[in-house]
């Protein structure tokens, strides 16, 4: 199935925006718009806008934000090909044709829904018959109410390899064996998978039974049996209780990770029904990126033993390469050997509603990890954390990040061994207080002299795909807060590959820094003069035209135009990347329109869409930092 841009325009084109919206929000007549209280969040002043004329919905509270199908998945959870398909249904559209392997794999899976779905209901009955007495006693045991039975549709599987097979056989043993609900072993007839356990239905976003998770009754080896990779169920992409957690975190605004089934009904059974677990493997990318669909710091809370606590270092360490500004994760350490669903029962709700307010963050996991992974009393141990937490933030991806965590550790690792600031001594300089340069090695380890200082002529900002302004801002930014250029060393060292005065400037600029980490507008300034950069200095520092608070001399609030100059790196280095990597994802879609099918396609599509987002953002960021600014000047 090809979906081209021109059908998906044509599609939203003949959907009524406010008349898809209005069937599950109550909107109200603003003028050429509507407005409603966000169903994205909790408020109570509207702030959620729908405009027909532009097809768009907004909202100025969370920043909620999309066309039609985009309100289909992320407000109704479904899948990108299913609100399409609806939408199209609803619009009379035809969707496009699908090839016939496609057609099958569709039909194929339509069968196999009806089936697990026709399992659960069996399952259920199960509970609620003689034989289910004693799943039902375990199910009291561990305080689970009758109406949590109901709603996540409990159920038992009898001891018996073929009662199961007997009560679907309409349905044929070989749709059961590739649902996962018989075993096939060759020369013997086919039996029962799950016997003698409580039966757990897992769900996948829009509420269809894909697969089962099965806890023993009594004694006995697994404790919890899931079903297999199936055509229906893949593990590392499926969370657990995915579908109720939704509706959820738009009102709670965080989505709570935790290790089991157990663990996600006991919270939602406390009033937390935010929660999702993972199907007895660790947290995987796919996982991850799922939570961050939902939120941008998704909390995990895994058990608090050794290997809940492996268990959360793993995921830390899995989530460094896909970090992205203000995307992270927290974890809400139990400690005492206690899971989510001990500290509920025995603590109560508010217990751990506590624990959620004061999460750890990311970073302060890995340091205290490293920290105590070895002692740290000779030189050589100290070299080893400072090796090992500079390996781990180079496994981050995104340069900004990246920078952030090297200048996080950098300061941790001066502070926990009371590394006072060195006092300033300038270096010593050749006649006529030209500053000598160190050269450079090549990648045979032979030393290569110095290039020339820069000409008058080169000394001309360029910006090789950098903002020129925002470049230009930046570094009088840096001239006169001088105490940021050591936090962003590494970033701006990605950008010494600026050719012209620019790149040579942010080489002197890094030169600067390695020189004293404490220096002063006015050494700064003494420094780079005696580096030839007197004139373009100036220049920068009469930037006070540029609209940004870090440019002007004796800001306002200092704290805040610190605040900013670091919003204003991050994008400057962040811009490049986002645009070349939405380039590439458009060029994946339009190579894609012809070959791969729905679901590949649909996947193409959301990463551009996906990165395009971010693309805006980061404009939005930018346009944040001048706007906010220039209201300040008129003040």
């Not at 899931?226 to 989505?255: C, H, I, M």
């Not at 400690?335 to 970073?363: N, W, Y």
Request: aromatic share 6%.
């Amino acid at each position: 199935m090809s979906l081209t841009p021109a059908f998906l325009d044509e599609l939203r084109a003949r959907t009524l925006l406010s008349g898809l919206i209005a069937k599950t929000v109550k909107l109200q007549r603003a003028g050429r718009e509507f407005r409603a209280c966000c169903p994205f969040h909790n408020e109570k002043t509207p702030s959620f806008y729908v405009n027909d004329d532009k097809g768009f919905y907004h909202c100025f509270g969370c920043s909620a934000h999309g066309d039609a199908i985009r309100w289909m998945t992320e407000q109704q959870g479904l899948p990108f090909i299913d609100a399409v398909k609806e939408l199209a249904q609803a619009a009379g559209l035809e969707m496009p044709e699908q090839d016939r392997q496609s057609a099958q794999k569709a039909e194929r899976a339509k069968g196999l829904h009806d089936v697990m779905q026709a399992a659960s209901d069996w399952f259920e009955t199960q509970l609620g018959g003689i034989d289910g007495a004693d799943a039902r006693a375990l199910l009291k045991r561990r305080g689970i109410s009758d109406a949590t039975r109901r709603a996540f549709s409990f159920g038992f599987a009898p001891d018996s390899r073929g009662k199961l097979r007997t009560a679907l056989r309409d349905f044929g043993d070989a749709m059961l064996i590739e649902a996962g609900l018989l075993i096939d072993v060759e020369g013997k007839e086919p039996y029962d998978r799950f016997r003698g356990r409580l039966m757990i239905p897992i769900r996948d976003a829009r509420g269809r039974v894909i697969a089962f998770g099965g806890r023993i009754i009594g004694e006995g080896e697994p404790k919890y049996l899931n079903s297999p990779e199936t055509p229906l169920f893949d593990k590392g992409r499926t969370l657990y209780n995915l579908d109720r957690a939704q509706a959820a975190v738009r009102k709670t605004g965080r989505v709570i990770a935790v290790e089991g089934y157990m663990d996600v009904i006991a919270l939602a059974q406390a009033g937390f029904e935010e929660a999702v677990a993972p199907l007895g493997t660790a947290m995987t990318e796919h996982q991850l990126e799922r939570l961050w669909r939902m939120t941008e710091v998704p909390l995990l809370c895994f058990d608090g033993d050794s290997a809940g606590q492996k268990a959360a270092l793993r995921a830390a360490h899995r989530a460094l390469p896909l970090l992205q500004p203000g995307r992270s994760l927290a974890f809400v350490p139990l400690g005492d050997g206690l899971d989510p669903d001990d500290l509920v029962r025995t603590k109560g709700a508010a217990a751990f509603e506590a624990m959620l307010a004061k999460p750890q963050q990311l970073s302060d996991l890995l340091w205290q990890s490293e920290v105590a992974a070895e002692p740290l009393s000779t030189p050589e141990q100290r070299a080893g954390l400072k090796q090992r937490l500079t390996a781990l933030a180079d496994i981050i991806v995104e340069p900004s990040v990246k920078s952030e965590y090297k200048a996080e550790f950098r300061e941790r690792l001066d502070k926990h061994f009371d590394r006072g600031p060195r006092e300033f001594q300038p270096r010593q300089r050749q006649a006529g207080g030209a500053r000598p340069s160190r050269g450079s090695r090549n990648a045979r380890g032979v030393w290569q002299p110095p290039e020339a200082p820069p000409s008058a002529k080169a000394r001309t900002l360029g910006t090789d795909g950098l903002d020129p302004a925002l470049a230009k801002a930046v570094l009088a930014g840096l001239i006169r807060h001088p105490v940021e250029i050591a936090r962003h060393m590494e970033v701006l060292g990605s950008l010494r590959v600026a050719s012209g005065a620019l790149g040579k400037l942010f080489e002197a600029v890094i030169d600067v820094a390695l020189e004293d980490r404490q220096l002063d507008q006015g050494k700064v300034l003494t420094i780079l003069a005696g580096s030839g950069f007197d004139q373009v200095a100036s220049e920068l520092l009469r930037a006070d035209t540029l609209p940004f608070s870090f440019c002007r001399d004796n800001p306002v609030d200092e704290a805040r135009a610190r605040e900013d100059l670091n919003e204003a790196i991050a994008v400057l280095v962040s811009t490049p990347v986002i645009e070349r990597a939405v380039g590439a994802a458009m060029a994946a879609v339009t190579a894609a329109q012809y070959e791969a099918d729905d679901v590949e396609y649909a996947a193409l599509v959301e990463r551009h869409d996906r990165l395009a987002q971010e693309r805006k953002a980061l404009g939005d960021r930018l346009a944040n930092l001048r706007l906010a600014d220039e209201e300040d000047f008129d003040e």
